[in-house]
């Protein structure tokens, strides 16, 4: 029986739980010998930051008032920024690669890859070498005063759309003596970073427990002020059309699509233990005589059959490895060209 609030019996402080990392059994993220507390629970109602009205929405910005009017004008292909951490010589090489290719990259972090340069100076960064950027948020690292900042540089800097993620507890991952954060959750980042006039996205896991809840949790994050969903690996398109069926709200769908170019990176693709992917894929890609050539084929196959979905705006091309970062940018490019 648990006498703590939810809140501080969460790992992650979670209100508005679970995240996406929940175990197909139904065990914790970051402690399989706990099940996560949010799943045998009924999904948690957006009632505000801090339990008051949810902050007035103001106007958008320029940059989100352009994203807003080109979504659903044309299919949308974002890419995973895959160049290594704090490198702005691997930037420059992902960057050459995907410029003129993808209309933007998400610019987010990895277990591999946990310190970062700033979000709005990442921005700077990629903007000044001609890609539109899509920025990852997460609130493992930061608190509210932090993110609020980050926010508002961000709105300065002129993103494409702000990626509010909850993020994974600093237990996994190459940092686990930082101390982790988690002051907001994403559904509350949500809200904060629709305030400031941001396009607002945030993530969907249909595949993790509770299954049968999680177009209620979309809901309520739309609620929050969401405006774009990325739906994690959830085994195919047909997987991803009856999660937007069942959540039936006002909300755009980005589907993840996996880039798998060599044995390694299909290798890091299924340690994640909480995705999805079509039957099949990975080995094909193994078993191919050229693994790029099959691996670039099987994404851009998948990323038509999702961009025929109704309500989908656009897929990411989601994927890489440490050691690999240039070769994927390279990979991305070639799967966007092919798309177009």
């Known amino acids: 029986m648990i006498s703590l609030p939810l809140i501080d019996a969460c790992p992650k ?3 508005y739980g679970p995240c996406g990392g929940v175990g197909f059994d139904g065990s914790c993220e970051i402690d399989a010998q706990h099940r996560c507390l949010f799943v045998d629970r009924p999904t948690v109602p957006w009632t505000g930051v801090d339990r008051v009205a949810r902050p007035a929405t103001g106007a958008r910005t320029a940059a989100a008032a352009d994203t807003l009017a080109a979504l659903g004008t044309r299919p949308w292909i974002v890419a995973d920024l895959p160049a290594r951490a704090l490198s702005v010589a691997s930037l420059d090489a992902c960057a050459a690669a995907l410029a003129g290719n993808v209309d933007a990259v998400l610019a987010g ?5 946990r310190v970062q340069f700033p979000p709005a100076y990442r921005a700077r960064l990629l903007h000044e070498r001609g890609l539109r950027v899509w920025t990852g948020l997460n609130m493992r690292d930061r608190n509210r005063v932090a993110i609020e900042g980050e926010l508002a540089a961000l709105a300065v800097e002129g993103v494409a759309g702000v990626h509010c993620v909850t993020g994974d507890h600093t237990r996994t991952g190459h940092r686990p003596d930082a101390a982790p954060v988690f002051d907001l959750d994403s559904t509350e980042a949500a809200a904060l ?11 969907a896991s249909p595949a993790a427990p509770p299954v049968e809840r999680r177009a209620a949790r979309l809901r309520e994050k739309v609620d929050a002020g969401a405006d774009v969903c990325f739906v994690n690996h959830a085994g195919g398109a047909a997987a991803v059309r009856r999660f937007i069926d069942e959540v039936a709200a006002d909300v755009r769908y980005i589907p993840c699509v996996p880039v798998v170019v060599d044995a390694a990176s299909a290798d890091l693709l ?7 992917l079509p039957h099949g894929f990975l080995a094909r890609v193994r078993g191919a005589a050229d693994p790029r050539a099959e691996g670039i084929a099987l994404t851009v196959a998948l990323a038509e059959e999702m961009l025929a979905l109704p309500g989908v705006v656009g897929v990411n091309l989601s ?6 970062e240039e070769a994927f940018a390279e990979a991305m490019a070639e799967v966007a060209r092919r798309l177009r």
Do not use: Y
């Open 193 to 203: 970073a629709r305030a400031v006039g941001h396009v607002v996205s945030v993530a």
């Open 270 to 276: 299924e340690s994640f233990t909480t995705l999805v």
């Open 109 to 113: 972090d990895a277990g591999s890859a």
């Open 13 to 15: 402080r979670m209100e």
């Open 319 to 324: 994927g890489g490895r440490e050691g690999g």
